[in-house]
């Protein structure tokens, strides 16, 4: 009842899909009897249906639109449902007026189990189509945020590794210059001021470096929004209708008619025949027709239609050729109502895989440091190499240095230099850092506070509790970016009186009407708290 009630309120009821189903239902099947029931009354009774659903569809428009703006859920229900009565209640009139106009006949049968008959098929087709709609929107918009989160992180990891490639490259023709430059001083006279320019030569070097993976941060948080297009067109697959979506729909869309033609036992005995006939065909289905096989798909649900035909003359023998309806109503709702459960998977699957995807990059560019190389680099710059210039330097302030010192100030910028050269490939980031490193590399997709206690970073050192905490974030994350496109999230943890870590990440957005397991994280808590939606999770910690 949520989900029907998720989709009647939602705001897109109205749709192009909805409208093309209530034309199909309105002309082949939901039509006036116009003057007896032979095929000529039928063709008769589906023009004025079709001219009906025309006068009916543009009363409509100004609905549609009022549902879209209207910002309360309840009102947009409401109105959606009394737009349903209202139509269903007039349609007859309106027919009726059509078809006097048109052929001076007034269509035959009760206006109220004419009624009836229209505000059960409008229900009925009509909220289907609207579930399997709404689901598929807000899948699609889902996959469509997390794939642009996606272009994000993938943007911004891909330009740290070329960074860290420049600063490489850098490191390598600087280094080669300070040897080029160290050779040459060493082999004139030596003396504090040729020392200090090869120190101020080494500084120079360890300040490009930085420089270079600052100007990378900069870049990265003045950049714009990644530009990103839909994601590859899905042909439209014949997928097996749910269960008793399909006959047993059809039928209970004619109960009021058949009530009124043969009384409640015929009616129930149509609903009857239909759960046979569609358990029969919806096996069939299943069993010979899998995707993608169309041809076999539409032969099983024409022979369904032949079936609920039979049905009907058996009960209703007199009804005349509009008893062969269901021979055409019955596959055209059938591939209806597949086409939509079908584009209703491949957004969810889509969804998935681009929320797996984004987890498995962020967690990527998380787990390594691109730049600790050339970020050690100018440590052993500063440190290791300037200070074998400064004790050089202070050695040669009064008077030539010996042999041995000159050999001994070589051997240390070397040491430094191939200790640079040695160190330049990607690291893990340490368990204790893993966390910062996560939100880090997030922070192109989504714009992440944090309030983490002293005490959790102790015990984030143990790389079993680090992980977890990382799986949980990284879900969460992904979370933020599937249910709104706010962009921000908050991170809070601290440790409970128990011992245990206390995680909660909440973002702006809404839960869908079931929520799934997410990434699998187990023993997690996703509820709504007012705007937000929150990831909350208690981890059991090491002890100190």
């Known amino acids: 009842m949520t989900t029907w009630w998720n989709a009647v309120s939602g705001g897109a009821f109205y749709t192009r899909w909805s ?36 006068v009916l569809a543009a009363m409509v428009v100004p609905v549609a639109a009022a549902e879209r703006r209207l910002a309360s859920r309840p009102a947009r229900g409401v109105v959606v449902l009394a737009s349903l009565v209202v139509v269903a209640t007039i349609r007859p009139a309106v027919n009726d007026a ?6 001076g006949i007034v269509p ?40 642009a989160a996606l272009v994000r992180v993938e943007r911004a990891e891909a330009h740290r590794q070329h960074v860290a490639a420049e600063a490489r490259a850098a490191l390598v023709a600087g280094i080669a210059a300070l040897r080029r430059s160290r050779e ?25 470096i930085d420089r270079l993976l600052r100007e990378r941060d900069d870049e990265m948080s003045e950049a714009g ?40 036992g015929v009616g129930l005995a149509g609903i009857a025949g239909g759960v046979v006939v569609d358990v029969i065909a919806g096996g069939a289905v299943r069993r010979w027709a899998r995707p993608p096989r169309p041809v076999v798909f539409l032969l099983v649900w024409i022979a369904a239609g032949c079936a609920m035909s039979v049905v009907t003359y058996l009960f209703l023998p007199r009804i005349g050729v509009l008893g062969l309806v269901p021979v055409l109503a019955v596959p055209v709702v059938a591939v209806l109502v597949g086409l939509c459960r079908d584009a209703l998977s491949r957004a969810r699957t889509d969804e998935r895989r681009a929320a797996a995807g984004l987890a498995e990059v962020a967690r990527e560019a998380a787990e390594i440091d691109e730049s600790a190389g050339p970020r050690r680099a100018i440590d052993v710059l500063h440190g290791r190499a300037q200070g074998a210039c400064v004790v050089f330097a202070a050695r040669v302030d009064e008077r030539a240095p010996t042999p041995d010192e000159v050999d001994d100030f070589r051997c240390r910028t070397e040491a430094a230099f191939e200790e640079i050269l040695e160190s330049g490939d990607p690291e893990r980031m340490p368990a204790s850092e893993s966390l910062d490193r996560l939100i880090e590399a997030w922070a192109p997709a989504v714009a992440v506070t944090q309030r983490i206690d002293d005490a959790v970073r102790l015990r984030l050192s143990d790389p079993d509790a680090a992980e977890r905490v990382v799986s ?30 206390l995680l909660r990440v909440s973002s702006p957005g809404r839960l869908g009407p079931v929520s799934g397991r997410g990434l699998g994280t187990v023993g997690r808590r996703v509820y709504q708290d007012g705007d937000d939606v929150v990831l909350e999770t208690v981890i059991t910690l090491p002890s100190l």
């Not at 059509?98 to 052929?103: E, W």
């Not at 189990?113 to 399997?132: D, G, K, Q």
Request: charged share 15%.
């Open 472 to 501: 949980v974030v990284t879900e969460a994350l992904v979370n933020a970016v599937k249910h709104s496109g706010a962009r921000r999230a908050r991170v809070v943890a601290r440790v409970t009186g128990s011992g245990s870590l």
């Open 225 to 264: 929004p990644a530009s990103h297009g839909r994601g590859p067109g899905l042909s439209m697959r014949l997928v097996a209708p749910p269960w008793f979506s399909v006959a047993p729909l059809y039928a209970l869309a004619c109960f009021p008619y058949a009530v009124a033609a043969g009384g409640v």
């Open 98 to 103: 059509i078809s006097s106009a048109l052929f």
């Open 19 to 54: 409208a093309a189903v209530s034309l199909l239902v309105a002309g082949l099947f939901s039509v006036p009897s116009v003057g007896g029931a032979g095929i000529e009354a039928y063709l008769r009774g589906a023009t004025v249906a079709v001219l009906g659903w025309s």
């Open 184 to 208: 040459r001083m060493l082999a004139g006279p030596i003396d504090f001021d040729v020392v200090r320019t090869f120190s101020e030569d080494v500084r120079g070097l360890s300040h490009r």
């Open 108 to 147: 035959s049968g009760p206006a109220s189990s004419r009624i009836a008959t229209n505000l059960v098929t409008a229900l009925a087709l009509l909220s289907i189509v609207a579930v399997i709609t709404s689901r598929h929107a807000a899948a699609r918009a889902a996959a469509e945020r997390l794939r």
